[in-house]
């Protein structure tokens, strides 16, 4: 593992490949993994550790062994007896490396270690585990807090660990082999992580020198050495070299001022996340990917669809755009607050419940002005993803989604694409000369009146992926329903035509707009030789 631009924090462990070797072969004989930690813990306690609640996991690690020792020292961050951490791992080893600090007679940890199922990349042995700052696990409705405390270092450098933006990009990210991967805005490296699995080199980057630390610290106890490290903002680390794979949870919160490296950008609005889409044209090797998570305005007078459009305008690069959710301005600088820990009396050093008071509306102001200083009326989060295709025609969509959907959806995502290769390369007389089948996951369903001879209705549902619903009419349904890949699209429309006694050349002009959207968006794929790579 390679570094560049990325100094050693001395209060930190070094990243020493051969002491990282020992700890892991610790953490393993003691099943210190997640599926060792949820068997020890349970599902209750397991499921409030998430929302930063430890009293259960207290007491189902009270036994002293190796496994509970290790949750209590870098879970729950208790000291331990130094006879028992003894037991459970090479201690004079992790004190001299400074994974633990003498605590007296006891021993602590000096970062927080997270086992983490590193399951998407579908690799053999999924076993891994995340480093982050004491007191930075995600979860709870307390934030960060006063985590600065525990670590003696700025609350603004702090380094988070895996949370469920980091899951749902590692879900949503297209998984296949390739040579190249970045990393931009990794924090404590869990994209890192899950690339390193499937990536020959992985250059990981971030403007915060402790975050590429902890990414080295990542990847090295989790066994990998492929996995290099650049500081800088945005693409500036790499400068005119090319990835098959770009994968940013970057910090793309909206907010008034840069207070937080992890999370806010120190650019106006949203206009990170506008250069992050920008700049992946000239950073992407052909067919190569960049996917993003993202927070964008919505402004008034402005149409968001065509706001996200008009970021990927020019660049030559298809685009689809998922947003999930939608938060109007007092919830989104609520949630912010909430994260930063301001809403806790004693959130500053020695302040009154009053003058807390006062501190947390000044800030609640601050947020409301700058959003009605910009019209911005509300605020959209979602995923991004781009491809670099090659086509003179690029496809853009932008669509709003906030049904659940089936993680992991990368294989969807990636055929998502492809389809749009199908579709963009066939007139209507091509669609229609092309066999399809119905895809595997998809049902039929039938709405209307109990005992009526008719539908109202003939609904085909998606159990799979986007898990998406599109209503069809006699000819959709019925082109479903034999759908198998043996016929012609043009064929199985005739027979329906005879069928029905409508004129074949007019069901056929009308057929081809309703097919591309079945296509597109997954109910039905090509086959043969007009099959979309990778359907």
Known sequence: MTTSDAPADPRLPAPDPARAARLREAFTAADFTADGCLELLGATAYAALARSETAPALRATRGGSPLETL??????????????????????DCLAGGWLLRDGGAVR??????????????????????????????????????????TGVDRRDLVLGVGG??????????????????????????????????????????????????????????????????????????????????????????????????????????????????????????????????????????DWHERLAGWVAGTGLDAWVVQREVQDTAQYAELWLRDAGDHRVG???????????????????????????????????????????????????????????????????????????????????????????????????????????????????QNRGMRRATKVDTVGAGFAGVCDGTLAAGDIVDAIARLLGEDRVVLRDRVPQSLRLLVEQGFVEPVGSGEAAGA
């Open 347 to 461: 959130a500053e050093p020695g302040e009154t419940a009053e003058e807390a008071r006062v501190r947390y509306n000044a800030r609640y102001d601050a947020w409301l002005d700058a959003f009605e200083a910009s019209k911005v009326e509300g605020v959209g989060f979602g995923w991004i993803t781009l491809r670099a295709s090659g086509s003179d025609r690029p496809a853009v969509h932008v669509e709003e989604w906030p049904h659940p959907v089936e993680q992991p959806l990368g294989p969807h995502v990636e055929r998502w694409f492809d389809r749009q290769d199908f579709l963009r390369t066939r007139d209507d007389a091509a669609l229609l000369a092309a066999r399809y089948r119905l895809a595997p996951e998809v049902v039929q369903e039938q709405v209307g009146a109990p005992g009526a001879e008719d539908p109202e209705h003939v609904i085909l549902r």
């Open 71 to 92: 949750v209590r020292l870098f879970l729950l961050q208790q000291p331990v007896p130094w006879a028992q951490a003894a037991a459970a791992l090479p201690a004079d």
């Open 109 to 150: 940890a000096a970062v927080d270690v997270r086992p983490y199922a590193n399951e998407v990349a579908g690799a053999d042995s999924a076993d891994a585990w995340v480093v982050s700052d004491l007191g930075c696990a995600v979860g709870g409705a307390g934030g960060i807090g006063a985590a600065g405390a525990a």
């Open 165 to 302: 933006a980091s899951t749902t990009l590692a879900g949503i990210t297209v998984r296949r082999p390739v040579r190249e991967t970045l990393d931009l805005g990794t924090g404590s490296g869990v994209q890192a992580l899950h690339a390193a699995r499937h990536s020959g080199r992985v250059t990981a980057t971030d403007v915060n020198p402790r975050a590429l630390h902890f990414t080295r610290l990542t990847a090295a106890l989790s066994g990998f050495d492929n996995v290099e490290t650049a500081g800088g903002s945005l693409f500036e680390p790499v400068a005119d070299r090319r990835f098959d794979l770009v994968v940013s949870n970057p910090p793309f919160v909206i907010s008034p001022g840069g207070r937080f490296t992890y999370r806010d950008g120190g650019l106006p609005g949203d206009e990170l996340c506008r250069r992050l889409v920008r700049g992946a044209a000239d950073h992407l090797a052909p067919g190569g990917y960049c996917q993003l998570l993202a927070n964008w305005q919505h402004v008034r007078g402005e």
